[in-house]
């Protein structure tokens, strides 16, 4: 007969009950790594590619375990980030279109305003402003090229008899007509200045003696037809000085201009009669 001690049974106790909980703290862990470990290891992933735009948002709501709430609420601060981004791109496009329209305008704005302080607003030509930035430019260009270059220089005579038989609406109207005329006969890359009053200028880059004297009697002879319009018994008409480049012992604006307007006075009737005394 076999004697079994008391201690035996105490030591087969001890054993089914250690292999009991070491089974259930292998459950245990089992169950952690499946419910939070995986879980957690695989939403970092996730939040990784995401955010390097490799995944989208939508796979976050294949988190499963204890983090399920925690990758929902990641999913939709993603959906705000979107939303937000978005409503800034769009903001800031809007502003960026303002910007650029209130910066077109104020360019436009500008150009008017630098066209107007450029340009004689009865005639439409320019002004004598934009003369003195004009001609030292042209006739630089034109000695450094060998071109010719031209100057007439215009005065209506008899105008102020059509202002005070007339008035000065007739007289507006006289010299905004040869505005017109003078734009109409010059070339491209001609410019016509209004010097003040009824005196004009007009200059043309590579014009010899003969083009210049051409396009004198042309405008002569349109204003002429012009002048038969008013009702005066002294009607307007135009005396010209020509001038060129090549007619200058020292070619410089000064000396051009001078030239000019030397000769339109010799040319005008009053001397002419007086010439004949």
């Known amino acids: 007969m076999v004697t079994i001690f008391p201690g035996y049974y ?97 360019e436009r704005k500008l150009g008017s305003l630098r066209l107007q302080a450029f340009r004689d607003s009865l005639t439409g030509l320019h002004n004598r402003r934009m003369l003195d930035q004009f001609l030292p430019q042209a006739v630089r260009h034109c000695l450094a090229e060998s071109r010719p270059l031209a100057l007439l220089m215009i005065d209506v005579d008899n105008f102020k008899e059509l202002n005070d038989t007339l ?21 491209d890359g001609d410019a016509a200045f209004r010097w003040g009053g009824d005196e004009f200028v007009i200059v ?31 009607r307007p008409h135009l005396s010209i000085g020509t001038c060129t480049l090549a007619d200058l012992s020292d070619p410089t604006p000064e000396n051009l201009l001078g030239r000019a307007d030397e000769l339109l006075y010799a040319h005008k009737p009053s001397r002419k009669a007086l010439a004949a005394v």
């Open 10 to 106: 105490l030591w087969l106790a001890g054993g089914l009950l250690g292999a009991g909980l070491a089974g259930l703290f292998l459950a245990l862990a089992l169950r952690h790594r499946r419910h939070w470990v995986t879980p957690a290891r695989r939403l970092a992933a996730l939040i990784r590619e995401i955010r390097a735009g490799e995944a989208p948002g939508e796979e976050l709501a294949d988190i499963r375990g204890g983090l399920e709430g925690v990758a929902d609420e990641i999913k939709s601060l993603i959906h705000e980030l979107r939303h937000q981004r978005q409503a800034n791109a769009e903001l800031t496009e809007e502003i960026r279109q303002r910007i650029a329209n209130r910066t077109h305008a104020l």
């Open 167 to 187: 008035g000065h609406a007739a007289g507006d109207q006289l010299l905004r007509s040869l505005g017109q005329i003078i734009h109409s006969t010059i070339r």
């Open 204 to 234: 043309l880059p590579g014009a010899n003696t003969a083009a210049a004297r051409a396009v004198a009697e042309r405008m002569q002879s349109l204003t002429g037809a012009l002048a038969g319009t008013f009702k005066v018994s002294k």
